[in-house]
Structure formats: C-alpha cells, structure tokens
C-alpha cells in the first residue's frame, strides 16, 4: 500500500507544481493553451505509442476486455441517458460527460496501480487499447461533429484517423500486433518525448485548478457528482458483478477488473474538454474528485477482494 500512496504523491505533487505556477503568475493564462495542444498533438500520442508497441498482444486481448468494456459502457451510457433525456444537455456535453464517468485513467494512474496492486503493468493494456482505439475515436468523431461541424461520413473518418492520438495509438498497435521489435534508435527517441507528456499533463490540470473552486460553477453540479458516483462507485461495483456473474471470473481477475473500474477518470477527458472548449468544469472537477476519492475505493477493494487471493 505503501507503493501507492507513494505513486498519489508523485501524481499530487505535480498538479500542486502546476496551481503554484498559475498562482504565482510563472505560467500565464497563455501557457495553459500552449501546454494542452502540446500534450494533445505531440506528447500523448508519442506516449501512446510507446506503451501500446510494447505492449503484450495476448494481454491487449485478453478475457478481461469484455467485463472492463461493459461496465464502462453501462456507466457512459447511465449519464448520458440521464444528462440527455431528463437534463437536456448537449450531445458534446453529453460526451464529455459521458466520458468522464467511465473513461480511466489507465496510463500514468493505471500503469503504476496495475503494478503495485496487480502485479503486472500489463493488466492495464486491455482497458487502454478498449478507449484509445473505440472510445476516444467515437467520443472525439462526434465532438468533431457537433462542435466543428464535420457532418459528412467522409469528413468524420478522415479526421477521426488523422486525430492525433488516435494515429499514435493505432500504430502502437499495429506494431505489437505485427511482432516488429523497434531497434533503440528508434524506440528511445519516441519513448523520452512520450514521458513527457504525463507531468505536463499534469501540471497543466493543476494550473486550471488556480482561481476556481471545485463544484463552484452553477449548472453543473449534477453533472460533476454523478460522473463521480458512477465513476468511483458504481463502476467498480459493475465490473465486479459482471465478471463474477457473467463471465464467471474469480481469484486474481476478478480483483483486476474491479481494481482497473475503480481507477480515477482520466486526464484524457480534461485534454478533449480542453481542444474543443466544451463542459471543461465537468471534466476537471470529475478529475479531480475521482483522483482525490479513488484511494480510499481501491484500498476497501483491496481489503475486500485482495486478501482471499492465496
């Protein structure tokens, strides 16, 4: 347990970095922009790629993708009944929305927990590969369409593939799935701008934290503790009753699934917010709930679940 608290505080610390610059005035209104475009269009995809090449591909496959994407799927699809039927949202507020309460945090968040917790960075591939190449490709097609107005089929395609993140994540994959082994001249590069991305991401959070005080903004307060409860709460309890009841897992995958739902929403969520200037306040404050409330959830799981495994 002690590994991760020690992977919050690396986590904590970065963001606070980020408030300390914005309030002190050492990183302007400006630089926030600048930092999430760059984390966007360079930074992220690079880590992508870097993490799914590397990847194992029978464990970017494996019998936990199924039990991961649906309990994400049920909690997606809970908000956006919920914002689009009774709260008369937006379909790109319903997306970032969406987003936020089933979208993990698999990479900086679930990498280090998938260690310390599960054993193997590798229990966190599944869940990244489900939202990098069917989550974020939807999620970003349709605020594409309703905030940029790309309409045409064509038009959604083409830009969903030349999306960023999406490139870096796709070629990733092709490179696992082909067994191509990247020579050092060409892994390491990519690798080193790739690690990048996490801190500044991070840092860039903290710096929309300076000025504003979380559940503050009028109008979406229902929004922020719902895509809460659905994410730290009935996510991990969806994961565990699907993939014990349905799909009859038990033991060590059980406890993964369960650990990997109860991860935080992911950073990811705030940068769409960010790029397409839509619900940004839902975003960031689902963020940070999630992040603040997440340890408690997987220390209970842990207690729950982790100590029957022999």
């Known amino acids: 347990m002690i590994d991760i608290l020690t992977g919050f505080a690396v986590i904590v610390l970065a963001v606070f970095v980020g408030w300390i610059g914005a309030r002190t005035g050492v990183l ?3 630089a926030r922009t600048v930092l999430a475009s760059l984390t966007f269009n360079i930074l992220a995809p690079f880590l992508l790629f870097s993490v799914l090449s590397e990847a194992d591909v029978a464990s970017l496959f494996s019998a936990l993708l199924p039990v991961s994407a649906l309990a994400a799927l049920s909690m997606m699809a809970i908000f956006a009944l919920v914002a689009l039927l009774v709260w008369r949202r937006t379909l790109a507020h319903t997306v970032i929305g969406s987003l936020s309460s089933g979208y993990v945090n698999g990479n900086n968040f679930g990498i280090p927990i998938a260690v310390y917790m599960l054993g193997d960075a590798a229990y966190s591939a599944p869940i990244v590969l489900l939202q990098l190449l069917l989550f974020a490709p939807v999620g970003l097609a349709v605020l594409g369409a309703t905030v940029e107005g790309r309409t045409s089929f064509a038009a959604i395609v083409r ?7 999406i490139l870096g994540s796709l070629l990733g994959v092709i490179v696992a799935v082909s067994g191509l082994d990247l020579p050092p001249l060409v892994s390491e590069p990519v690798a080193l701008i790739g690690h990048a991305a996490v801190p500044i991401m991070l840092i860039s959070f903290g710096m929309s934290l ?3 005080r979380i559940l503050s903004a009028r109008g979406t307060r229902r929004d922020i503790l719902l895509a809460t409860t659905l994410k730290l709460l009935a996510m991990p309890a969806a994961a565990w009753a699907i993939g014990s009841f349905v799909f009859g897992l038990s033991g060590h995958d059980l406890y993964a699934v369960t650990v990997l739902a109860a991860l ?4 990811n969520v705030f940068v769409f917010s960010q790029r397409y200037e839509t619900a940004e306040t839902v975003a960031r404050d689902t963020v940070f709930l999630t992040t603040a409330g997440s340890l408690p959830v997987l220390f209970v799981i842990a207690l729950l679940l982790g100590g029957s495994l022999g």
């Open 210 to 212: 300076y000025g504003q």
């Open 264 to 267: 935080p929403t992911a950073q």
């Open 159 to 165: 830009s969903t593939l030349l999306n960023p993140i």
């Open 28 to 30: 302007r209104g400006e």
